[in-house]
């Protein structure tokens, strides 16, 4: 398929333990950006990388949160020690440089921490 | 204060008829607006970019108002399959950061 894929889709973990979020933009698009999105909530910008530079992270929560693109196209996020809080939906994003206002969105992962 | 507020809902609203929703911004630097939509346990859409003259694509029309740092959305004829989220989403072109409304959720009922 031709659009943003994410993997796992669905993931339970126990407090305290890490994961690890996948993401697969669209070809050719050079900027990815995650999101965290609560229930009943937008997307809120997590870090954005403009090929495999992260040029913002600001939105991390804490050093718990690490993001990488070290081949300018899939990117992974990891949560370590994850805790209640983390539980959310976290979505990939990516957008062409000739269309930077549209963001094409993968389906998310589904994290929830017991 | 939230940067961009938007009406939770739900608004329930019969089949066919107009529908609208507002959204407010707080940055008077904001730049470009967009409408995205969501369905439920989907990922957003993109909608419609928002114009300062207004814009119209077919049964949607997106209204801007910078004085008033406001934003609306008007549905013409509403199908069943509009039931979703409506989200408000603004950007300061100096920024590529596209900052979010919680959503207006749409319940269209037949």
């Known amino acids: 398929g031709a659009g943003v894929s994410q993997s796992p889709r669905y993931k339970v973990a126990k407090r305290g333990q890490d994961v690890a979020l996948r993401c697969d933009p669209i070809s050719g698009h050079v900027s990815l950006f995650w999101y965290q999105q609560a229930l009943g909530q937008g997307p809120e910008f997590l870090t954005y990388?403009?090929?495999?530079?992260?040029?913002?992270k600001s939105g991390l929560p804490s050093d718990r949160f690490f993001a990488e693109r070290p081949e300018g196209s899939v990117s992974t996020l990891k949560i370590q020690r994850t805790q209640q809080e983390d539980s959310a939906v976290y979505l990939c994003?990516?957008?062409?440089?000739?269309?930077?206002?549209?963001?094409?969105f993968g389906p998310g992962t589904r994290l929830t921490v017991t | 204060r939230k940067e961009v507020e938007q009406d939770p809902g739900p608004f329930n609203v019969p089949e066919g008829a107009t529908v609208a929703f507002n959204c407010t911004y707080s940055?008077?630097?904001?730049?470009?607006f967009f409408w995205y939509r969501q369905d439920c346990r989907k990922e957003p859409k993109l909608l419609m970019s928002v114009y300062s003259s207004g814009n119209e694509d077919g049964r949607f029309t997106a209204q801007l108002n910078r004085a008033s740092q406001y934003i609306s959305l008007l549905i013409r004829d509403s199908k069943l399959s509009d039931s979703a989220t409506y989200l408000c989403v603004v950007r300061m072109d100096s920024n590529y950061q596209l900052i979010w409304g919680a959503g207006t959720k749409l319940i269209i009922k037949p």
């Open positions: 940055n008077s630097a904001s730049q470009s």
């Open positions: 994003a990516s957008s062409s440089p000739f269309s930077a206002h549209e963001q094409y």
């Open positions: 990388f403009q090929n495999e530079a992260q040029l913002d």
